[in-house]
């Protein structure tokens, strides 16, 4: 088997799609295809990442275990920037000849590209894959929609507290127990070392707002027949809205400075040293290790409203799915289990730190590396992801929820307005979704 790889695009800033960011999902589909060859080339497309040759290294292997079953087939594989994916992937939907067989797309993405037509559904595959059932709720839950499965989750990834070991020592704090508790003592760390940010907050981070939200029982929607409704403005999810926005003022996080501020600016200000505390992802660690914070740093989980509890997290990553389109379907599922199987997620941890789907290939991980013991802990707590609605890259791509939460902290709009407001069009882009 011949294996060509290459790069599409210079290097572009590392962004992990299903954590940070949703795609405009494409809008036409295209026709299935109408055969399956056993043989030719196959074409996948995968993230290009900032550091890209250990993930290359690793698909290479991949792609030659592959290879040891399939004599005679060819497998290019192409590394796209994630920041076009979403003109890439429109193209191919639109465009079966010159699509690829598999693509690598983030988690929130999926049901949009469903909608599109471009994802097959490969249900029974994924059904009868032995190492499927080892694959956690909530990333077997990223590649589902209407009860069919359109993809395998490639890797994972989820938030917790980082915080200052330094700073804690010398004002005698503990790591805060509570979300109470991670509030006090936000603004005690403000009130003794007024250079920094007690706890640095976003209001453009909307992935680190909603364990507030989720650990006060409210929901981002809730399913109203086949489609979804807003429940952000319930008294719950209000609750939680109502803590993460008290962060923002003068005695933690000025609001001038913070409103805008998304997860990598709150990542950078914790790593440079210029907050005491911040909620970063298992993604973050390369770069908190090379600020001024390396060697004065710890993570735990990210505290729930009681002692013990641990807030719910969104569980981001990436996916790998089969296009409609692919004339290669039998071929495509067999490299898709090889790329997105134990071994390779085994491998690309070692590689690249991306947490495995799989709980027993985490938990073995998490024993290898100790710094990923508080995402694990996180991810076994129970984890949340986005509603299976095209709705969702819509309300994401209009900045919905930080718009809500930027007027709350600037005073234009109280908790109960903004959260109204918030919901309204929420449901607006629910129903034109369908």
């Known amino acids: 088997m011949k294996l060509r790889s290459r790069i599409a695009a210079p290097l572009a800033a590392l962004v992990l799609a299903g954590l940070t960011s949703t795609a ?8 299935s295809a109408s055969k399956d060859e056993k043989s030719g080339t196959l074409r996948v497309w995968l993230f290009q990442e900032v550091n890209n040759d250990p993930k290359k290294k690793v698909v290479d292997g991949a792609v030659a275990a592959f290879a040891q079953q399939h004599p005679g087939v060819e ?33 929130t993405d999926t049901a949009g590209y469903v909608k599109d037509g471009g994802l097959a559904d490969i249900g029974a595959e994924f059904g009868d894959w ?29 938030r917790a507290l980082y915080y200052r070991t330094d700073v804690f020592t010398e004002l005698g704090l503990r790591p805060p127990k509570t979300q109470d508790e991670l509030v006090a003592t936000a603004k005690q760390i403000r009130k003794a070392r007024p250079e920094l940010y007690g706890l640095a907050v976003g209001g453009a981070y909307t992935y680190g707002a909603m364990p507030f939200v989720w650990a ?4 981002l929607a809730e399913e109203d027949g086949a489609t979804y409704k807003s429940a952000i403005d319930s008294p719950a999810a209000r609750k939680g809205i109502e803590t993460y926005t008290s962060l923002f003022g003068d005695d933690n996080c000025p609001a001038a400075k913070c409103a805008a501020m998304g997860g990598n ?10 907050a ?18 390396k060697g004065k740093y710890a993570v735990v989980p990210l505290p729930g409203l009681k002692e013990g509890e641990i807030a719910p997290a969104f569980a981001g990553g990436n996916n790998i799915g089969v296009l409609k389109s692919s ?3 039998t071929l495509a599922v067999g490299l898709m289990k090889h790329l997105a199987g134990k071994d390779t997620q085994r491998k690309l941890f070692d590689a690249m730190g991306f947490l495995p789907t799989y709980t027993d290939v985490r938990a073995e991980a998490a024993k290898k590396d100790p710094f990923v013991e508080p995402f694990v802990q996180t991810l076994a707590a129970g984890t949340k992801f986005v509603p299976a609605s095209p709705g969702w890259g819509q309300i994401d791509a209009s900045t919905v929820l930080p718009t809500m939460f930027q007027e709350i902290v600037s005073g234009k ?10 919901a309204k069009k929420m449901d607006a882009a629910f129903t034109s979704a369908g």
């Open 24 to 31: 405009c999902a494409p809008q036409t589909s295209v026709n």
């Open 265 to 274: 600016a709150t990542v950078t200000a914790f790593a440079s040293g210029n």
């Open 75 to 107: 497998v290019e594989v192409e590394y796209i920037p994630v920041e076009t994916r979403a003109q890439r992937v429109k193209a191919a939907f639109n465009d079966p000849k010159s699509a690829p067989d598999l693509i690598e797309y983030g988690n």
């Open 413 to 422: 709009k109280d908790v109960a307005a903004a959260a109204g407001d918030a």
């Open 130 to 158: 032995a190492e499927a059932k080892d694959t956690d709720r909530t990333a077997a839950r990223s590649v589902t929609v209407g009860g069919k499965v359109y993809g395998a989750p490639f890797f994972v990834g989820v």
């Open 276 to 293: 005491a505390m911040a909620i970063g992802g298992d993604f973050s660690h390369q770069a908190v290790e090379a600020g001024a914070v």
């Open 327 to 329: 004339s290669h379907r």
């Open 216 to 219: 006060n029982g409210g929901e």
